[in-house]
């Protein structure tokens, strides 16, 4: 009877945790009507492989029933699935073998094999496709490029190595920094695409425009809407 008793009010528990933990803007916030990207690369499926998850907290409730699975942990948590670790103050547990991980509080992600790291305050990751969605105070870390990449809310897809960005999106590489409302970015060839008041800063000077995109040599700049800019010449030595 306790045994029972204890189950129906550990059930009211997980019913009644806040909603909106599992939820996340799928689709980059509204911005300017933009032409159309480059092509991203085909629709990420689902994964055939399960692979195992390690989490560590200083908390944990929920449910392990087969298909029914939720755990809540809280306080320092570690999680590890694939090549990826995740920390946060709180992250969700739910879906058949937890494929769905929803993270809040002090985001942290690092994954070792694909060579970039991830801060936010929100995060949720789809296991089996290997998809995250980062939201607020977004910073990317793309050592494997040498990238700095910060926005508002951030897409990533680790088997096509796509990040999709928008909201306040600055985009650093050596002496170059780009900011727009819009980019996307392919960590394989290097290519970015950026829209929304584009503006770009070098050592050379300024350029702005509607859309500002590049192939893998960022120092070829690509430029197109209403474009504009300010050239600094370069101070040349004086003989003494």
């Not at 159309?36 to 409730?61: H, L």
């Not at 990238?147 to 650093?172: C, Y």
Request: aromatic share 8%.
């Amino acid at each position: 009877m306790k045994s029972k008793i204890f189950a129906l009010i550990l059930s009211f528990m997980m019913i009644f945790v806040p909603f909106s933990i599992g939820f996340a803007q799928t689709n980059p916030p509204n911005v300017q009507p933009s032409p159309e990207p480059p092509m991203q690369g085909q629709q990420t499926q689902p994964s055939s492989g399960k692979k195992p998850i390690v989490f560590s907290a200083n908390t944990v409730q929920g449910v392990i029933a087969k298909g029914k699975e939720n755990t809540i942990l809280m306080g320092s948590v570690h999680v590890t699935t694939g090549s990826l670790t995740i920390t946060a103050d709180r992250i969700d547990l739910s879906g058949e073998d937890y494929v769905n991980v929803v993270c809040l509080g002090n985001v942290t992600v690092l994954d070792t094999e694909k060579g970039f790291s991830l801060v936010a305050e929100k995060l949720n990751y789809h296991r089996d496709t290997e998809i995250g969605i980062a939201q607020r105070k977004v910073y990317v870390n793309d050592t494997k490029n040498n990238t700095i990449i910060e926005a508002e809310w951030l897409r990533f897809d680790q088997k096509q190595s796509i990040f999709e960005a928008a909201v306040t999106v600055q985009v650093r590489k050596e002496d170059m920094s780009i900011s727009s409302e819009y980019a996307l970015y392919n960590r394989d060839t290097e290519e970015i695409w950026l829209h929304g008041g584009a503006i770009a800063v070098t050592e050379d000077g300024v350029l702005k425009g509607d859309v500002i995109s590049s192939s893998s040599d960022w120092s070829k700049l690509k430029i197109s809407g209403e474009v504009s800019g300010t050239i600094t010449p370069k101070e040349t030595a004086t003989s003494q």
